[in-house]
């Protein structure tokens, strides 16, 4: 049989409707859609697209699966190396990890293997009537310090193995940035409440409203009987550009922005936590999280939302299907444009001017690329006498994100780098015995997948450590 030499498309909402909704962009694949993608696959020998997954997702094995009809077999398959399918089968980068690896790839498009993980997770969660299996306990306890994909991710492996798993959330709800920072049009909330409720009936203690380092310290884990502890708390601290203006109102870090669009409900006429919708938008960065905001900021209202952008369309880090989608629904791509000030309305004459201390405006200098720099892109340079203003009236700050040092400066021990992130051995061991680290806590802001490989490590060095001890 020849070979389809493309992916079958995902179906997706009209740009015109799914821009003024909240509603998931990509409709999912039929029965028939997944079935005919799966033939695609060529089965290999060697499994070259395993080596390209941070969990080791048998991928082969689960699409042969489809080819049969057997969903729920393939769902198994998954499921045995990963504690997030319906997640990852929509926000992983794919395209850089296992399908970059793809035999197809050499001349055709690879196999979708992110839409055919989605299609399996939902057809489970949709039709299966099984339970999770609750391991024998084995009268250990481990504390995990965080809700999102690493923690979340460790707390199920250590489950299966018999573990008596506590995860500590600051937030009111589990998930991290799966709930907080990843809006509904891209990840529904149910899903993740769907994987949280699987770990919850694998026996994970789930405890929201717990910060530690400031409700409880990691020694007070230790005193309360914990045997060993892993800090998945993620990177929640935003950065800013320190320029002239960013202390105005209406300017957002991309974080805060995103929480009280998703976790608290802003939009609301009647929220307690209002948000400034803002009539013309403008989001400063170039990566999904940046695609997150503007695409968030015209479905809340926005009349015009430019995505402002230092480097040219071929460094953007953004996944190309986010930038796509986002240019489709109309957001305005300035690139080789950095922000030099914040511009705001000030009325000397009358301080109490309801105006006063609002943004007006972003002061932008266009640059061109230079030479490499240590990241291996073109260093954008700025082109002198190249100023221009935006019309704006909010302003949204999407340049990172580094780990919060409230766990550092109450853990003694625990040795950072010179940006807060927590240091940590091959085995994800920090330097305190019995504490461990993974995801955004030690790389800075990364992908959800490889959050999940380092909860995955933690898990198996935890339970050496545990057995050994």
Same mark, same amino acid.
């Given at each position: 049989?020849?070979?389809?030499?493309?992916?079958?498309?995902?179906?997706?909402?009209?740009?015109?409707?799914?821009?003024?909704?909240?509603?998931?962009?990509?409709?999912?694949?039929?029965?028939?859609?997944?079935?005919?993608?799966?033939?695609?696959?060529?089965?290999?020998?060697?499994?070259?697209?395993?080596?390209?997954?941070?969990?080791?997702?048998?991928?082969?094995?689960?699409?042969?699966?489809?080819?049969?009809?057997?969903?729920?077999?393939?769902?198994?398959?998954?499921?045995?190396?990963?504690?997030?399918?319906?997640?990852?089968?929509?926000?992983?980068?794919?395209?850089?990890?296992?399908?970059?690896?793809?035999?197809?790839?050499?001349?055709?498009?690879?196999?979708?293997?992110?839409?055919?993980?989605?299609?399996?997770?939902?057809?489970?969660?949709?039709?299966?009537?099984?339970?999770?299996?609750?391991?024998?306990?084995?009268?250990?306890?481990?504390?995990?310090?965080?809700?999102?994909?690493?923690?979340?991710?460790?707390?199920?492996?250590?489950?299966?193995?018999?573990?008596?798993?506590?995860?500590?959330?600051?937030?009111?709800?589990?998930?991290?940035?799966?709930?907080?920072?990843?809006?509904?049009?891209?990840?529904?909330?149910?899903?993740?409440?769907?994987?949280?409720?699987?770990?919850?009936?694998?026996?994970?203690?789930? &405890?929201?409203? +717990?910060? /530690?380092?400031?409700?409880?310290?990691? %020694? *007070? @884990?230790? #005193?309360?009987?914990? $045997?060993?502890?892993?800090?998945?708390?993620?990177?929640?601290?935003?950065?800013?550009?320190?320029?002239?203006?960013?202390?105005?109102?209406?300017?957002?870090?991309?974080?805060?922005?995103?929480?009280?669009?998703?976790?608290?409900?802003?939009?609301?006429?009647?929220?307690?936590?209002?948000?400034?919708?803002?009539?013309?938008?403008?989001?400063?960065?170039?990566?999904?999280?940046?695609?997150?905001?503007?695409?968030?900021?015209?479905?809340?209202? &926005?009349?015009? +939302?430019? /995505?402002?952008?230092?480097?040219?369309? %071929? *460094? @953007?880090? #953004?996944?190309?299907? $986010?930038?796509?989608?986002?240019?489709?629904?109309?957001?305005?791509?300035?690139?080789?444009?950095?922000?030099?000030?914040?511009?705001?309305?000030?009325?000397?004459?009358?301080?109490?001017?309801?105006?006063?201390?609002?943004?007006?405006?972003?002061?932008?200098?266009?640059?061109?690329?230079?030479?490499?720099?240590?990241?291996?892109?073109?260093?954008?340079?700025?082109?002198?006498?190249?100023?221009?203003?935006?019309?704006?009236?909010?302003?949204?700050?999407?340049?990172?994100?580094?780990?919060?040092?409230?766990?550092?400066?109450?853990?003694?021990?625990?040795?950072?780098?010179?940006?807060?992130?927590?240091?940590?051995?091959?085995?994800?061991?920090?330097?305190?015995?019995?504490?461990?680290?993974?995801?955004?806590?030690?790389?800075?802001?990364?992908?959800?997948?490889?959050?999940?490989?380092?909860?995955?490590?933690?898990?198996?060095?935890?339970?050496?450590?545990?057995?050994?001890?």
């Amino acid at each position: 049989m020849a070979i389809i030499p493309q992916k079958h498309a995902m179906p997706v909402q009209d740009p015109t409707e799914r821009g003024h909704n909240f509603q998931e962009v990509a409709l999912g694949y039929s029965r028939e859609t997944a079935i005919a993608e799966a033939k695609r696959c060529l089965n290999c020998k060697n499994k070259p697209c395993v080596s390209g997954c941070p969990v080791n997702v048998n991928i082969p094995e689960f699409i042969s699966k489809i080819v049969l009809e057997d969903f729920e077999g393939a769902y198994e398959t998954i499921a045995s190396t990963s504690s997030l399918p319906a997640v990852c089968g929509r926000v992983c980068p794919q395209e850089t990890q296992c399908e970059c690896h793809c035999t197809l790839a050499k001349k055709f498009e690879p196999v979708a293997v992110g839409r055919l993980e989605r299609f399996v997770a939902d057809w489970h969660n949709a039709n299966s009537t099984s339970h999770a299996h609750v391991a024998e306990p084995n009268g250990h306890r481990v504390a995990i310090v965080g809700s999102g994909p690493s923690g979340l991710t460790c707390a199920g492996d250590l489950a299966r193995l018999g573990y008596s798993v506590t995860v500590f959330e600051a937030l009111h709800a589990a998930g991290g940035v799966l709930l907080y920072g990843i809006p509904e049009f891209r990840l529904p909330k149910r899903i993740v409440s769907k994987e949280v409720q699987t770990l919850k009936e694998l026996g994970v203690e789930i &405890a929201t409203n +717990v910060v /530690i380092g400031k409700t409880l310290t990691i %020694d *007070e @884990l230790f #005193a309360d009987g914990y $045997e060993a502890v892993f800090i998945g708390s993620g990177a929640g601290l935003p950065n800013f550009m320190r320029i002239p203006g960013e202390s105005l109102k209406g300017v957002y870090s991309a974080n805060e922005f995103l929480t009280r669009s998703n976790l608290m409900a802003a939009y609301r006429e009647d929220s307690s936590t209002p948000i400034m919708k803002g009539g013309k938008v403008a989001v400063v960065g170039g990566g999904n999280v940046a695609m997150d905001a503007a695409r968030t900021a015209l479905r809340l209202g &926005a009349e015009h +939302v430019y /995505i402002v952008y230092r480097r040219s369309m %071929d *460094e @953007l880090p #953004a996944r190309r299907e $986010e930038v796509e989608h986002a240019q489709e629904e109309g957001i305005d791509f300035r690139l080789l444009c950095n922000p030099v000030e914040v511009l705001g309305y000030n009325n000397p004459d009358n301080p109490r001017d309801e105006r006063n201390g609002f943004v007006t405006g972003l002061r932008c200098v266009k640059m061109e690329l230079g030479e490499p720099d240590a990241s291996g892109r073109r260093r954008p340079v700025a082109i002198e006498g190249s100023e221009f203003d935006l019309d704006v009236d909010v302003v949204i700050i999407a340049i990172g994100t580094s780990p919060n040092p409230l766990i550092k400066s109450t853990t003694e021990g625990l040795e950072t780098t010179r940006w807060g992130g927590i240091v940590v051995n091959e085995a994800g061991l920090t330097s305190r015995e019995g504490i461990y680290a993974g995801g955004d806590a030690v790389t800075g802001a990364a992908t959800v997948i490889s959050a999940m490989g380092a909860g995955k490590l933690a898990a198996r060095s935890i339970h050496a450590y545990l057995c050994g001890k």
